[in-house]
């Protein structure tokens, strides 16, 4: 049986992820089996081979508040991306969590 990289399973949650929901860095960290390491996710998001396949877009901070150096175009791409889901925010750097967090 073959291992599962710390990254590929953050990608596989990522990638479970519903379009129109977001998941926090914690919250990826846990289902991927690594509680408190969600710096790795973010770092493992951002070295992202399949942005397109892997919506990274979907994960934000704890308080709903986009990634301002979100890999592939910073916050503004990333806000574009989430409002094409129909993703609902509080302001232009937060994300209604209570309405739009991924109940994994």
Known sequence: MEK???AERVYEVV????????????QVARLAGMPRAARYVGQALHHNPTPIETPCHRVVFSDGCLAEHFGFGGASVQRQLLEAEDVVFVD???VDLASCRWDA
Do not use: D, N, Q
């Not at 990638?15 to 914690?26: C, E, F, L």
């Open 15 to 26: 990638r479970a992820i519903p379009k129109g929901k977001v998941a926090t860095y914690g």
């Open 92 to 94: 232009p750097m937060h």
């Open 4 to 6: 599962t990289s710390a």
